[in-house]
DNA sequence: CTAGGGTTAG
């Protein structure tokens, strides 16, 4: 063995011994029994080990190694170590070895700044670089990226905008991966139009730059210009992968698109990306966003290799179309199979037993999580269940709950129950928590409406009249309510009272035509929805407009009798128009199914699939 | 050493 040091070069010293040790702890056992051997030829040997360390606890054993040759203070094997720890996610492991490099490489503060940005951990990746920045070192284009990413991460804007304004200073713009990276944080942080202008001036663009401004604005709730650009990038010469049709299969889901979504099916099998699992969950998602339970089942049995996303999609899929029973079926399921739970898992299975008014299964589960799966339960994970035991009435459990979580509670929390308290008509509590709630988000039209709600349907006129006020006091506009269908390949867009459609006098005709029949059946209007203490004749007026009920006369106009009807609504359907489609499911014997902002609502023959609980 | 990605409450 010495003979074979004394001959060979340091690199193919150690590429032989790498080749004869299984690890480097042999390795090493080896370099000390040869102690001749000069300092500078171990380092090397031992660089050129550290390449081959294939864990983490190889690499450990390999670092505790250095402190025998006095090696702990060599810059270039401290340096080789903190990139072995972050290329095995042991970031902090990292960390500690940086932090005895006296001055690093730009690129180990990249590595660093990378390191800690895919672990999540976005604010340390940004503290890293400003003090790169404090050392006087000048960031460079692979600095910048790594940097966007945690200020996506974080939807950071102001931080993105001043970093934006250094890789500027550094002359790192119009760099294809630091444009694509300014794409996506601006696309992240919501303003889409600072994510549209840095796309527009880039000189090249190629798959990726694209896929991240599509995806940009499927995140965003842009889905036409989502679908848009697609086709732009297809025109102008871009092939699609898996990545992008990602995106387009969200906006048409979040559309309804259903034919447009077949399409995108199909357009999936004939390229190949059918079995890819994200591809799949996609679609499955999409099926199931448009109203196609059934198609979406289909597809998740036929899936192979289901992971933990896929599960809870599907137990997604039934709890918004209300089947809480299936949901906690197909969650047993998922367990037997061995997939372990997340934290989303239970936000789905709470979230469908809700809907489905299953109390006492929602507080098993609840229970289990922590109990049985050892899962910290998550502000998602809380609103459910303050959100289920609010609508099964149980409101002084619900405030139980918020006031013994471990966590601060947060306005969706807080939005939850005064849901609960718009359902059971409690002003008391949830005057209570509105004033909370609006502390903590002023500017939430949402909340304001519900309370409005709750004193309009106690007839307090006046009290209305002082939120409504508010609501203009402090800018938080009303969200427009509008409905969608989809009808030869377009998505119709109806906004409450339009006029703005080619069919509106056809279609304002339909509703004339079915009031008669409704009132026949029974159908009194429920005017508490109205915000406004206007006449009785005047709110029967403005809720028979109600984006919904445009949506389902142009449905009724332009397919044939027996079609089903699908609706997608942006807010959550008002109990009047609720009594009034159940109604007209009857009269024109047709399926009318109703997305709105939070479940299903399948009318059939006079009846809804919620039960009415909702 | 660089980029885009499927499920989640209100």
Redesign the pocket.
């Known amino acids: 063995m010495r003979t074979l040091f004394n001959q060979l070069t340091p690199i193919n010293l150690a590429a032989t011994l790498c080749n004869r040790f299984s690890n480097s702890n042999h390795l090493c056992t080896s370099i000390s029994a040869s102690p001749n051997l000069p300092i500078n030829q171990i380092a090397h040997i031992i660089c050129c080990v550290l390449q081959e360390c294939t864990s983490f606890s190889c690499l450990k054993k390999t670092h505790a190694k250095i402190f025998a040759y006095g090696l702990q203070y060599d810059s270039r094997i401290l340096t080789k170590f903190a990139?072995m720890y972050v290329s095995f996610n042991r970031i902090d492991a990292a960390s500690i070895v940086f932090e005895d490099i006296p001055n690093p490489c730009?690129?180990l503060w990249?590595?660093m700044i990378?390191g800690f940005a895919?672990d999540g951990r976005f604010l340390s990746s940004l503290e890293l670089y400003s003090k790169m920045m404090e050392k006087g070192l000048k960031p460079?284009?692979?600095?910048?990226?790594?940097a966007l990413?945690s200020c996506?991460g974080l939807s950071d804007l102001q931080r993105g905008k001043v970093i934006h304004q250094h890789l500027v200073c550094c002359g790192c713009s119009n760099?294809?991966?630091?444009d694509?990276?300014l794409v996506?944080m601006y696309a992240?942080c919501g303003d889409i139009e600072a994510a549209r202008l840095v796309f527009d001036k880039m000189a090249v663009r190629?798959?990726?730059?694209?896929?991240?401004m599509i995806?940009g604005y499927?995140?965003n709730g842009y889905n036409s210009e989502t679908l848009g650009f697609f086709d732009l990038m297809r025109s102008s010469g871009v092939i699609?992968?898996?990545?992008?049709i990602?995106?387009v299969?969200?906006a048409c889901?979040n559309l309804g698109a259903l034919r447009k979504g077949e399409w995108f099916h199909s357009y999936v099998i004939q390229t190949g990306f059918e079995f890819?699992?994200?591809?799949?969950?996609?679609i499955m998602?999409m099926y199931s966003?448009c109203g196609s339970l059934d198609l979406a089942r289909c597809l998740f049995d036929e899936t192979a290799g289901?992971?933990?996303?896929?599960?809870?999609?599907m137990i997604?899929?039934y709890?918004?179309h209300g089947h809480g029973r299936k949901a906690i079926d197909l969650f047993d399921q998922m367990v037997k199979a061995g997939v372990r739970p997340?934290?989303?898992?239970f936000?789905?299975v709470?979230?469908a037993c809700?809907?489905s008014g299953l109390l006492e299964e929602g507080k098993m589960y609840f229970q289990l999580m922590t109990e049985e799966f050892v899962i910290a339960r998550?502000?998602?994970?809380?609103?459910?269940m303050?959100?289920l035991l609010g609508?099964a009435g149980q409101l002084s459990e619900a405030v139980d709950l918020i006031e013994n979580m471990p966590v601060e509670p947060?306005?969706?929390?807080w939005?939850?129950l005064?849901?609960a308290c718009r359902i059971h008509n409690n002003l008391d509590l949830a005057e209570k928590i509105a004033d909370h709630l609006f502390h903590l988000d002023p500017v939430h039209a949402?909340y304001h409406v519900l309370l409005s709600n709750i004193y309009a349907a106690k007839s307090r006129w006046n009290e209305v009249e002082k939120v409504r006020k508010m609501m203009a006091r402090r800018g938080a506009n009303k969200i427009q309510g509008f409905s969608l269908v989809e009808y030869d390949n377009q998505v119709h867009k109806f906004g409450v009272g339009d006029r703005s459609h080619p069919q509106w006098e056809k279609l304002y005709a339909k509703l004339e035509e079915l009031a008669a029949p409704m009132k026949h059946l029974g159908y009194v209007p429920l005017t508490d929805f109205v915000l406004h203490d206007i006449e009785e004749e005047a709110k029967e007026a403005a809720l028979s407009y109600h984006s919904e009920r445009l949506a389902i006369a142009f449905g009724l106009i332009n397919t044939s009798p027996g079609t089903t009807l699908r609706i997608t609504k942006n807010l959550r359907i008002c109990g009047d128009c609720h009594n009034a489609i159940k109604l007209i499911s009857k009269i024109v014997n047709r399926v009318i199914l109703v997305r709105d902002?939070?479940?299903f609502h399948r009318f059939e023959d006079g009846v809804c699939s919620c039960g009415d609980y909702w």
């Not at 947060?410 to 929390?413: G, Q, T």
């Open positions: 990139i730009s690129f990249n590595v990378r895919t460079d284009k692979f600095a910048f990226p790594f990413k996506a760099d294809l991966f630091v694509a990276a996506d992240k190629d798959l990726v730059s694209w896929t991240s995806s499927a995140h699609p992968n898996r990545v992008s990602l995106s299969l969200l889901g890819d699992i994200l591809v799949a969950t996609a998602d966003k289901k992971d933990l996303v896929c599960w809870s999609a997604a899929s709890g918004i997340s934290h989303v898992t936000t789905c709470l979230s809700s809907h998550k502000l998602s994970n809380y609103a459910c303050v959100d609508r947060d306005a969706s929390i939005g939850s005064l849901g949402g902002m939070h479940r």
